[in-house]
């Protein structure tokens, strides 16, 4: 256990940060993964599943809980599967 104060402090913010971007990572899986069945089962509400996940990786990314990099390719793979999925 820290006995610095400024280590005390540091604890406790890594430890809401930590929690926050658990929470962030947790809803972007979720959200990827609703879209994901909502194209394979050619759901009429698909887009718009697509569309509030590309949302929040892209939201992700900008507060810095995800890289941008991974929010880009995330949602690339997501739109490459509508597409793929509207083409047939």
Same mark, same amino acid.
């Given at each position: 256990m820290a006995n610095?104060?400024?280590q005390i402090k540091r604890n406790r913010s890594n430890e809401r940060r930590r929690v $926050?971007?658990? +929470?962030? @990572?947790? %809803?972007?899986?979720?959200r990827s993964k609703s879209a *994901?069945?909502?194209i394979e089962n050619g759901d009429e509400h698909a887009a %718009?599943?697509? @569309?509030a &996940?590309?949302? *929040?990786?892209?939201?992700?990314a900008a507060k810095g809980r995800i890289h941008?990099?991974?929010?880009?390719? $995330?949602?690339? $793979?997501l739109m490459r599967r &509508?597409?793929?999925? +509207?083409q047939s």
């Open positions: 610095i104060k400024s $926050r971007n658990q +929470a962030t @990572r947790s %809803e972007l899986k979720t *994901r069945v909502a %718009e599943a697509v @569309r &996940a590309q949302a *929040r990786l892209g939201k992700a941008k990099n991974q929010a880009a390719r $995330r949602t690339s $793979r &509508a597409a793929k999925s +509207a």
